[in-house]
């Protein structure tokens, strides 16, 4: 299984990277220095070139690359504003851009740093519905790490339970499309038992978001 971590941490040493860390190390069993981590303030100026000229720079380009070619992925953003910061959603944005289908279908995790517990919510009302709006699978449970949850039990359990989560999602996915990432039918279509028969396939890329249902049916009253 191979895990890419998305930091969108700014400090040296940074709580948002070893939070990325330990997550991935806990879904693969890998150390955290074998772990894939893509650090967004190394690309921020890439970025930035990006929105204006369209086209990433190589360093910019190999790491969506990266992205889009792991089996899950572990996104990780301190708290500014109460919200992600705008490095991180800046990253998804030009990788959108360039591939809509980027992340369709892929199991996330979702997490985030901050100095207060004040802000733990910023996983249900910002990250999880930015990632819903690409089409990525995220797993239900998200790590919230503040200033006073580093040494604490109750953050390791939260970060076992969500590797947990990633590692047996990307598990059955890889199972369901033959272990190859696409399959014959298409890659991430899972294959629904009805009646014994399993003669339904779901493909988590083909859900259409609530929003645009919602519209389509304001549309048609």
Known sequence: MSVVVVSAGLS????????GERLAAAA??????????????????????????????????????AVT???????VTPVFSASYSGLFKSFFDVLGVRDREAL??????IAATG???????????????LFAHLRAVVVPTGVYAASQDWGDKGLDARIERAAGELAALTGALS?????????ADGGGAISVTRGGAADDKFDARNVVPFEEQLAALRSAG
């Open 69 to 75: 070619g792991a089996d899950g992925l572990i996104a």
């Open 104 to 109: 369709a279908g892929k199991p996330v995790l």
């Open 115 to 129: 100095g207060t517990p004040r802000h733990s919510l910023v996983l249900e009302h910002a990250l999880r519905p």
């Open 28 to 65: 693969t069993g890998q150390a955290p220095s074998d772990v894939r981590v893509i650090e967004l303030r190394d690309l921020a100026v890439d970025i930035a070139h990006n929105f204006t000229s369209g086209f990433p720079a190589p360093a910019l380009a190999e790491a969506m690359d």
């Open 175 to 183: 199972a369901a499309s033959g272990g190859t990432g696409g399959g």
């Open 12 to 19: 040296v040493p940074s709580s948002t990277r070893l939070l």
